[in-house]
């Protein structure tokens, strides 16, 4: 079945930088496009950055751009995102999940997260 398994998260000050990784399996890893989703305390959960199966097409969150940087290695089935300058308002646990095409629907199914803490 399908699993994503996050890690990387943890407690950091402000301006701090952060690499999450989720590596993931149960489908055909190289074929999907794969994103990073977040769900702040309170909040609904929000896209933070797609990447397309070959790497090709990315998005950002206009919050998120020029500070996050999604990538994907197609040989490990994981998906990382480099966060730098890190603000409070990032806290979230952060989530990955998977879409068979740019844009589509992604996975009912949602692993446990890895929790971001920005705080000095």
């Known amino acids: 079945q399908v699993q994503f398994a996050e890690s990387g998260g943890g407690l950091v000050q402000p301006g701090g930088s952060l690499r999450l990784s989720c590596a993931a399996s149960g489908f055909t890893f190289g074929r999907f496009a794969m994103s990073w989703h977040r769900q702040a305390p309170g909040k609904e959960r929000e896209l933070v950055a797609q990447?397309?199966?070959?790497?090709?097409?990315?998005y950002y969150a206009d919050s998120m751009k020029g500070r996050f940087t999604i990538s994907r290695d197609n040989d490990k089935n994981t998906v990382y995102l480099e966060m730098n300058r890190l603000k409070p308002e990032d806290t979230a646990v952060y989530y990955c999940n998977a879409a068979p095409v740019w844009g589509g629907k992604v996975y009912d199914y949602w692993g446990q997260g890895t929790q971001v803490t920005v705080s000095s």
């Open positions: 990447i397309s199966s070959s790497g090709v097409l990315i």
